[in-house]
């Protein structure tokens, strides 16, 4: 079985710039996540969807970054205009259900904004 | 908002040695979760402690829980070079998503 599965591995962008990120996640898994980690710090929530939807968009820093889950199945995030303190590994992970509270990570987005 | 805090920051042994993270967290949780990051690779699950449970094992994996200290181990017996990894808890609480500290780094010397 796929696990879930991050594109680009890496990206460098100049400040100013637009990024997407893709997650696919495992199939069939209707809660994706997204998580972001800047440099020295703690891993952080950014959202949650169920299916299409946005169940928790709380962890959002900013109207400059931009979710979407199109047919509930893979997922983007979007970061326009990039400044610098966005640079860190963004992470997306899946859960079947809400009841099985352990998540699949994906092997993260490095984005380097200079 | 609640937060887990491992400790120590970085931890450098040889192998062979038991390797022991403690975690600490500020609110009721529902459970606790331990994951390790391998450099430029993604988070890997590696074990989850329910509230109402005291101690987990999992291979040469230990987990302690105390809900009164709010506060978590990670003991790694024997360890192996190939355990060098970040390794993170996370907690869970109602509905809330997981909520991450900041980390130990994990070097196990050959």
């Known amino acids: 079985e796929a696990g879930v599965t991050q594109f680009p591995s890496h990206s460098v962008i100049e400040k100013g710039q637009t990024v997407t990120l893709r997650c696919d996640p495992i199939s069939g898994h209707d809660n994706l996540y997204w998580y972001r980690r800047v440099m020295g710090k703690e891993i952080k929530f950014l959202l949650h969807f169920v299916k299409e939807s946005k169940q928790d968009e709380s962890g959002m820093p900013n109207n400059r970054f931009l979710a979407e889950r199109t047919g509930g199945t893979y997922s983007t995030l979007k970061v326009q205009p990039a400044e610098l303190e966005d640079s860190g590994v963004y992470f997306c992970?899946?859960?079947?259900?809400?009841?099985?509270?352990?998540?699949?990570f994906g092997p993260g987005t490095r984005l380097t904004v200079t | 908002s609640q937060q887990g805090e491992e400790d120590p920051q970085a931890l450098s042994i040889q192998e062979g040695e038991n390797a022991t993270m403690n975690c600490s967290y500020k609110t009721s949780i529902n459970n606790l979760q331990w994951y390790r990051q391998n450099s430029g690779r993604g988070l890997v699950h590696l074990i989850l402690i329910r509230s109402n449970e005291r101690e987990k094992h999992s291979g040469r994996l230990r987990v302690t829980l105390d809900t009164s200290k709010k506060s978590s181990s990670l003991l790694i017996t024997a360890s192996r070079a190939a355990d060098t990894a970040s390794y993170f808890c996370?907690?869970?609480?109602?509905?809330?998503?997981?909520?991450f500290g900041k980390g130990t780094r994990l070097s196990v010397i050959a």
């Open positions: 992970a899946s859960s079947q259900d809400l009841t099985s509270y352990e998540q699949y």
């Open positions: 996370a907690t869970v609480s109602g509905n809330t998503p997981l909520v």
